[in-house]
């Protein structure tokens, strides 16, 4: 099964594609302007009752709570990791599944940094261990993503506007990864800010801010990004004019983007 199913609320037995950035309809947002004037990066615990956000004012990534798992207007600000001492320009930001590491990337270095996390998803035990330069590829990484088993990892930039692919020989050691091929998103946007890929690797989405829009691609072979072949896109100009980072709930129900602009997370539904 390639998509996602949830039921419906117009009806029992209702059945809702997911991951459709065409159904997407603006729900609420969140503002985290208290923390962070210049957010760049998102993410989300897998069970949605965590949020991180990443931003180059304060130089670190800060941490909420959510008492409703995956609804943004029930988030309370935590605690936050400064990030300062590897980069002063953090852009993108990936945890691994379990907490027990943390991805960044930014545009002082051209570089991924890995944390380790002595408890799971709390920021304030993170501890830098590793990095590996990408400025070979991109000199200025706006993203940053992995597959799920850890062997393959994503940076996006803008100054090739494109993807650029590595092979992890050791699962989430970034000092590990080499280069292996780049996929070119200039015909959608030519100032690309973040990306997400859903589960299977079968789906890319790039947000940027050219065209303030969530590019929609499918993969005719997963996790491969030269297979990847652009299907369609989504305006979020209303909500965001410097659109930072896209990420989606697990089943692909839920859409959320962060920027700049407004200083905040904005929650979408694909359910419709």
Do not use: C
């Amino acid at each position: 099964m390639l998509w996602s199913k949830a039921i419906g609320a117009g009806g029992a037995g209702g059945v809702v594609e997911g991951w459709n950035v065409s159904t997407a309809v603006f729900l609420q947002s969140f503002s985290v302007n208290a923390q962070e004037t210049a957010p760049t990066g998102l993410f989300f615990k897998p069970d949605g009752t965590k949020m991180y956000v990443i931003g180059q004012n304060g130089d670190d990534v800060n941490e909420y709570n959510l008492s409703t798992a995956w609804n943004i207007s029930t988030a309370v600000y935590a605690q936050s990791k400064g990030v300062a001492s590897q980069e002063l320009q953090p852009q993108g930001l990936f945890f691994k599944p379990d907490g027990t590491s943390m991805y960044i990337v930014g545009w002082q270095r051209d570089t991924v940094y890995r944390y380790t996390l002595a408890v799971p998803w709390d920021v304030s035990t993170a501890v830098f261990v590793q990095s590996i330069s990408v400025n070979a590829q991109e000199d200025l990484p706006t993203g940053l993503f992995f597959k799920p088993d850890g062997l393959k990892m994503y940076v996006i930039g803008q100054t090739g506007d494109d993807v650029n692919e590595y092979n992890l020989s050791t699962a989430w050691d970034v000092s590990t990864a080499v280069y292996a091929q780049s996929k070119g998103v200039a015909p959608e946007d030519t100032t690309p800010t973040g990306l997400f890929f859903k589960p299977d690797g079968l789906k890319m989405y790039v947000i940027g801010q050219t065209g303030d829009d969530v590019n929609e691609y499918n993969l005719s072979t997963a996790w491969n990004i030269s297979t990847a072949v652009f299907v369609q896109s989504f305006s979020i100009s209303s909500k965001e004019f410097d659109s930072s980072a896209v990420f989606f709930k697990p089943d692909g129900t839920k859409m959320y983007i962060v920027g700049p602009f407004s200083n905040s997370v904005h929650e979408y539904d694909l359910t419709a």
